[in-house]
T-cell receptor
Framework: EAQVTQNPRYLITVTGKKLTVTCSQN?????MSWYRQDPGLGLRQIYY???????DKGDVPEGYKVSRKEKRNFPLILESPSPNQTSLYFC??????????????FGPGTRLTVL | AQKITQTQPGMFVQEKEAVTLDCTYDTSDQSYGLFWYKQPSSGEMIFLIYQGSYDEQNATEGRYSLNFQKARKSANLVISASQLGDSAMYFC??????????FGRGTSLIVHP
């Protein structure tokens, strides 16, 4: 089954404790991205990657890091989480960057709470 | 810069009726794509329909159609014959030359029996 998986699905942590949210896709997609969703703000892109070892900032990259060492994996790293990073996080992938067929496939989401 | 505006925070519709969810966009790109996604209460994001800026015909996918009016920069989603399972948040999004998608704030749709 074609899918994007994220782990963990739920995480409660404390300020300053480094954490990683994993993301993996099995569709051989080149483009992957991370979003955060906050009430009333829709989805905002944190980082994206167009291929292995190619990453770039989205609209809200502060406080986050990513890496793309393999095509299928795109982990999101919070080196020193703060309460304002409490949010619902989505990983997504797509086959193309533009044109028909570039719709994104989303993971199930990770609900993060930083105390 | 890209911008997506969804002016309807919430919509109500009777089961089996059609409903239109509004979306207007702003971009200076000539080539762009417009998308609609559905987010049920379970939280996942589900792709519904795509419209390319150069597509001459409105996109359709089953009960979903996209009313694309390029000159007015609008990309409204039409759901025909609403079902109870259509109750969800709906997001309009676009991606242009920057490859960074922009999402609207969403419209909550409630389908009444």
């Amino acid at each position: 089954e074609a899918q994007v998986t994220q782990n963990p699905r739920y995480l409660i942590t404390v300020t300053g404790k480094k954490l990683t949210v994993t993301c993996s896709q099995n569709m051989n997609h080149e483009y992957m991205s991370w979003y955060r969703q906050d009430p009333g703000l829709g989805l905002r892109q944190i980082y994206y990657s167009m291929n292995v070892e190619v990453t770039d900032k989205g609209d809200v990259p502060e406080g986050y890091k990513v890496s793309r060492k393999e095509k299928r994996n795109f982990p999101l790293i919070l080196e020193s989480p703060s309460p304002n990073q409490t949010s619902l996080y989505f990983c997504a992938s797509s086959h193309k960057l533009s044109g028909r067929g570039d719709e994104q496939f989303f993971g199930p989401g990770t609900r993060l709470t930083v105390l | 810069a890209q911008k997506i505006t969804q002016t309807q925070p919430g919509m109500f519709v009777q089961e089996k009726e059609a409903v239109t969810l509004d979306c207007t966009y702003d971009t200076s790109d000539q080539s762009y794509g417009l998308f609609w996604y559905k987010q049920p209460s379970s939280g996942e994001m589900i792709f519904l329909i795509y419209q390319g800026s150069y597509d001459e015909q409105n996109a359709t996918e089953g009960r979903y159609s996209l009313n694309f009016q390029k000159a007015r920069k609008s990309a409204n989603l039409v759901i025909s014959a609403s079902q109870l399972g259509d109750s969800a948040m709906y997001f309009c999004a676009m991606r242009g030359g920057s490859y960074i998608p922009t999402f609207g704030r969403g419209t909550s749709l409630i389908v009444h029996p």
